[in-house]
Each structure stands twice: as structure tokens, then as C-alpha cells.
């Protein structure tokens, strides 16, 4: 079942060396995913599943061990999922899934082993949750990292232009992973999601999914919008 989750936001300018100059603009954000990623850590799993937006190809599983890279942001940045195993697949990591990477090592996670989920952005709500159940029934104890982006919708400037509804649907999403509350995810309306370029949603519907049922709490860490994205960082445990 799962015991414990961390909500992250993934663009790779998580990364300093990506960041380069900006860095510092996001040290708030770094802090605040490496107190969710503390939840984690302090809830003891037997596994750790990281679940992030992918294209096509990236999707589905990742098995401990796989490696990605941010050469295609400009960097020779090498990261690895979790332990070097023989089982991984030549199939890099998506770059959710890369800064997700990233964070782990950051925090130098040895706790238990870990996985990744590459998941579609258009996957149904239905679907997400399905999946998310599966992934709870993995172990007996499961926790989850999810990552994934609000709107990027909410200045003139943001890559997807500005939308006045933005703002709310960020909103929407922030109570529903302060408070822990998978119904709350799964009513997030996948259309408006996918019009305001909201990676997060799918991944976050599958933590709804995962989350039916056990009982957590949630703490909402950090919500802001930044070069005109909505990220959230959230505890559950």
C-alpha cells in the first residue's frame, strides 16, 4: 500500500548546471523538494516508484538503473535511476523522470529501490487511477515520487501564452495535494489540463489512484509560478 508520496515539479532547471546563471532564482523550490523527498526517506518503503509526464516513446517502465542525461539542455550531465544494476535497459529516462533522478541523488537516497513510470499526458483519469492502484499493490509499503507541472499558462511570457483560467486550475490542484485529497485530483479536468499545458495532471491522477484508501495527510510545501509555470511541491504521509 503506500505510505508516503512527494509531489515535485520537473523542469530541468531544477538542475543548477541547466540553470547556469538562474540558479539561484530556484533554491526555495530545491529546498522544498528536498524537504518532501525527507518524507519519503523518513517512511521507511520497500519500494520507490518515480512517475513523471514522457512522450511516446519514453513511456511505461523504467527499471532501477536506467540513465538519462541533459546533453539535450545544453549540459554533459549524466544521472541514474536509483542503484547500477544489470537489469536496466538502454532506453534513457524522460527528463521528468532524469529530475527526478537528480533529486534522489541530491539527497542521496539509499533507502530503498526505485523505478520509474514514464506516463502518457493524455492518459484518462480512469486509467491514471488504474494504474496507480497497481503500483500501491506493488510492495507493502510503496511511496511514490511524482513529478509534473502546473499550468504553463499563467504570464504573457509562459510558454503557453497567457490564459486567464490558469491561475485557478493551479489553485484547484494546490488544495487538493495540501490537503491529500485523491477525489479532488482525479475531478481535475483532464481537457482544460491539456489546453493549459499541465504535465502534472496525469501523473498526479495516478497518485490519486495509489492514495485511494490509505488514509494519508498532505502538507503543501511550495506553490508558485515562476517564468509563468505553476509548480507545487507536496508531502503525503
Known sequence: MLVAAAVCPCPPLLVPEVAAGAAPELDTLRDACADALGVLAASRPDLLIVVGPADRPDRGPHPEGTTGTFRGFGVDLGVRLGRDLATATDRPLPPSLAVGAWLLARAEWAGAPVEGLGV????????????????????????????????????????????????????????????????????????????????????????????????????????????????LVAAWS
Open 120 to 231: 502518457g499526458e493524455p492518459l484518462a483519469a480512469d486509467r491514471c487511477t488504474g494504474t496507480g492502484r497497481d503500483l500501491a499493490a506493488r510492495a507493502d509499503r510503496v511511496a511514490l515520487l511524482v513529478m509534473g507541472d502546473g499550468s504553463a499558462c499563467r504570464t504573457l511570457k509562459a510558454p503557453g501564452y497567457l490564459d486567464e483560467r490558469a491561475e485557478a486550475f493551479d489553485a484547484a490542484a494546490a488544495r487538493a495535494l495540501g490537503a491529500a485529497d485523491p477525489d479532488a485530483l482525479i475531478a481535475l479536468d483532464e481537457a482544460l489540463a491539456y489546453e493549459l499545458k499541465a504535465a502534472g495532471r496525469a501523473p498526479w491522477q495516478v497518485l490519486a489512484g495509489a492514495a485511494q484508501g490509505a488514509g494519508l495527510a498532505g502538507r503543501l510545501l511550495y506553490e508558485d509560478a515562476p517564468y509563468g509555470v505553476g509548480y
